[in-house]
Each structure stands twice: as C-alpha cells, then as structure tokens.
C-alpha cells in the first residue's frame, strides 16, 4: 500500500545542503498502521509530506497505493492525494464548526452530495465512538475525543 525506496530529500540552505530525509526505506501494507516519532528536527514532518506528495523526494521512490508518487504531478497528484489521509498532532479541528460539520467538512470539499455525507459522517461518529457527541464544538471535547474527530475526518 505504501513503500519507500531508498527515500533522500535535500535542501539548499544558506550554509550548504540539508539532508532532512537520508536513505529511508519502509513498506506498510493495508491495515498496518505506522507512527512517525522522533526528535525535533528528525524529518518526521519532511517524510509525512513526502507520503502525501506535498514535497518530491531529491532521490528515490515513493509508491502510494500502487502509484509513483515521486513520479507524477499536477491534477494526476491532485486526484491520487484524495485517497491519502494523515492525522496531525494537533487535530486542526475548525474550532466554529460542530464535530459532525468537522468531519463533513473534506467531504464537502471533494463534492460529494449533502445525503450521501450525512450517512458517512454518522457512520464515523460510530466508528471512533463520539455517538450523542455530533453537535458538540471542539471546545466541549477532551484531548482524546478531539483527535477521534480528527481520526473520522481523516478515514
């Protein structure tokens, strides 16, 4: 479902290259879930916008679902991007909207039709147990129902 293959990314700073990302292969097959840890300044954040083709490896492959990301672009990219999803550390609920309106919310965006997302939304709330939580703000969740938000948004 994912791998990549000897993944290299550098940048060119003021004071020379920047190697943020040096030789880093992995595989994650479907239903394997992963966690990128690491100190600050590790390159956990450059190698999560390498797996989403936010940013081109300077070396290497990345294969997302049978397709290179590292090789295409433009609305191809677009388009393979809307099957990839990532959970941020910090949720980015959309502190006006309600739990269900933030979980609706990349529905609306790729287009599907109001029925049709009401049913997913509903059951999401199921899957990451918020049931009777849908009208809540983020503001009325604890830390760990706001990153379940974040999970049925990202599913």
Known sequence: MITLKNIIKKYTTKSGPLTAVDQVSLTIKKDEIFGIIGYSGAGKSTLIRLLNGLEQPTDGEVIVN?????HIKGKELRMARQKVSM????????WSRTVEENIAFPLEIAGVPKAQREARVNELIQLVG???RGQAYP??????QKQRVGIARAT
């Open 130 to 132: 918020l049931e009777g």
């Open 66 to 70: 049978d397709l290179k990301f590292s």
């Open 87 to 94: 959970i941020f550390q910090h949720f980015n609920l959309l």
């Open 139 to 144: 503001s009325q969740l604890s830390g760990g």
